[in-house]
């Protein structure tokens, strides 16, 4: 059973913005099977919303029903409302303008066989940037605000899959920033990453949140921790509990959320 | 030696000689073709037209009806089945239609090709009244590398990972801008070897051009696509079987400059693709 947000989940002051996205009864099956079942939840400016729980639990399912990545599984059946600004992101946006302003960053990064400079790019240019002075600074923003500038400025020409592992999510990261998105979504960004370039992605995000809405969907309960202002725990297609970072760490209510943060399953 | 080990020794010998035996016939026919051809090989055979009867002289009309002929129907054939296998593979929903189209693609590689010459001679030449033209054969040597073309483009789509369109698509790409700029360059290499493929197959087959192309006999080059042409494959089954007296040699001259001509495009077409690999 999903309950709706209560005024009691508010986090500090400091960190809580305005409402950012609503998602009102959101249903996710894939065939017959529900992924995602009646969710509902608010998103807010200057936060970031971290997602735990075990696999199947529906944390990937919503995010990828924020930016309609879902659109493009054929199996996969979406109900209920979402709104980004109060706008509806089925009937009143198109799924490339929706895009661009809810960036996602996949858990294995997929750098396009192009160069550094043309991956970063992509996104403008597909929108019909094609000023060469403005992209220039968009790459370089961009990828100091990933945290990656240094370690690659001097060879934006070369091919961005000749980086290692945890640079190439940076870029992916710089990448999804160059679109200047609303809300970024976080899939396990880290999964992969090894301890360093992890803390670079978990500073960044740090960062990012003073622009930005963050969900980061993750595994590691850590990491939830670290970085997130709110954190959300889903089980089998439900959200058991929301609340603010510390509190859900130090006081959860609800018995499984307790059983998962200790280890107990999952 | 064990049992297990003899077994491995006994498999491993018969697969080598099977490798053998699709290498030994290559070998042969290019030995065979070489050794009786090359001697008929000169400036003049490759660049004069036949005299006597097509006992002496040269090939060259044969030689530039093929070139025509592959040009033209590649020129037809390669964006038509670029363009559907782009729609098949990157559009079209899995649905009753589709799998209709599929079905006929495979079954249009199946057909015989002398059942496309017949074809090509009703449509093209009567039909459509293109007369006995290299257009008519183009179209008809086109339709039958259609196949060809659209399964190994779609072969070379389907090689772009997928997370190449996911990212494309999140970083707000259109489908189309996804296919032209995430999908299509990673796929060019096997999108041409497709057409290396069919430039052999086209510049090959007799069966298609026997009705809607191929003359005995020209005693002029073709000046345009309204032209009738010689061919090589066509010209070597003529001086093979319909002229008496013919030196050996210009026969396998013939079928040496039709094979090298292939070779020559192939290798054409593997430099391309390989650099276009090595470009990304």
């Excluded at chain 1, 075990?54 to 930016?67: A, I, V």
């Excluded at chain 1, 990656?148 to 961005?160: I, N």
């Excluded at chain 2, 070897?193 to 430039?199: D, E, H, K, P």
């Amino acid at each position: 059973m999903s309950r709706p947000e209560n005024g009691l989940v508010c986090p500090p002051a400091s960190t809580a913005g305005e409402v950012k996205m609503t998602v009102r009864g959101l249903t996710v099956s894939y065939g017959k099977t529900p992924a995602l079942k009646s969710l509902n939840v608010d998103l807010r400016t200057h936060e970031i919303l971290s997602i735990i729980g075990p696999s199947n639990s529906g944390k990937t399912s919503f995010l990828r029903s924020l930016n309609r990545m879902n659109d493009l599984d054929p199996h996969a059946r979406t109900a209920g409302e979402v709104r980004l600004d109060g706008v509806d992101i089925v009937r009143d946006l198109s799924a490339e303008e929706l895009r661009k302003r809810v960036g996602m960053i996949f858990a294995m990064p997929v750098p396009l066989p192009l160069s550094i400079r043309d991956n970063i790019t992509y996104g403008p240019r597909m929108a019909g940037v094609r000023d060469a002075a403005t992209l220039d600074a968009v790459v370089e923003e961009c990828l100091r605000a990933a945290y990656v500038w240094d370690e690659v400025k001097d060879r934006l020409k070369t091919s961005a899959q000749k980086l290692s592992g945890g640079q190439q999510q940076r870029l992916c990261i710089a990448r999804t920033l160059a679109l200047k998105p609303d809300v970024i979504l976080y899939d396990e960004p880290c999964s992969g990453l090894d301890p360093i370039s992890t803390a670079k992605v978990e500073e960044s995000m740090v960062e990012l949140r003073k622009k930005h809405t963050l969900v980061l969907v993750t595994n590691n309960t850590k990491q939830a921790a670290r970085v997130g202002t709110r954190t959300a725990f889903f089980l089998m297609g439900e959200m058991v509990e929301i609340g603010p970072t510390d509190r859900m760490f130090t006081a959860p209510q609800d018995q499984r959320t307790e059983d998962y943060i200790v280890g107990r399953f999952g | 030696m064990t049992n297990e080990g003899r077994r491995q020794k006994v498999g491993f010998g018969v697969l080598l000689l099977a490798t053998f035996i699709v290498v030994i016939p290559v070998t042969a026919i290019v030995l065979l073709i070489v050794a009786k051809g090359w001697g008929a090989l000169s400036w003049s055979f490759l660049f004069t037209m036949p005299r006597e009867g097509m006992r002496a002289g040269g090939i060259l009309p044969a030689i530039v009806g093929t070139v025509y002929l592959v040009f033209a129907s590649i020129a037809f054939a390669l964006p038509i089945g670029v363009m559907a296998a782009i729609y098949l593979s990157e559009y079209a929903k899995d649905n009753a239609l589709t799998r209709t189209i599929n079905l006929a693609i495979i079954n249009l590689a199946g057909v015989s090709s002398v059942v496309f010459g017949l074809f090509g001679l009703s449509l093209f030449v009567i039909f459509l009244k293109f007369g006995v033209s290299i257009i008519s054969g183009s179209l008809t040597l086109g339709i039958m590398t259609l196949p060809v073309i659209i399964t190994t483009t779609r072969e070379a789509l389907r090689a772009v990972p997928r997370s190449y369109r996911e990212v494309s698509f999140s970083l707000g790409a259109s489908r189309w801008q996804t296919v032209r700029h995430a999908v299509l360059p990673h796929a060019l290499s096997g999108i041409l070897t497709g057409a290396i493929l069919s430039i052999g197959r086209v510049a090959g087959e007799t069966a298609p051009i026997l009705f809607t192309v191929a003359a005995f006999y020209l005693p002029n080059l073709p000046t345009g696509l309204s032209d009738q042409a010689m061919a090589l494959p066509y010209h070597l089954y003529i001086i093979t079987t319909q002229i008496p007296g013919i030196p050996e040699n210009y026969r396998y001259g013939t079928a040496f400059v039709l094979i090298g001509f292939v070779l020559i495009m192939n290798i054409t077409a593997t430099v391309i693709r390989s650099k276009a690999r090595r470009k990304r």
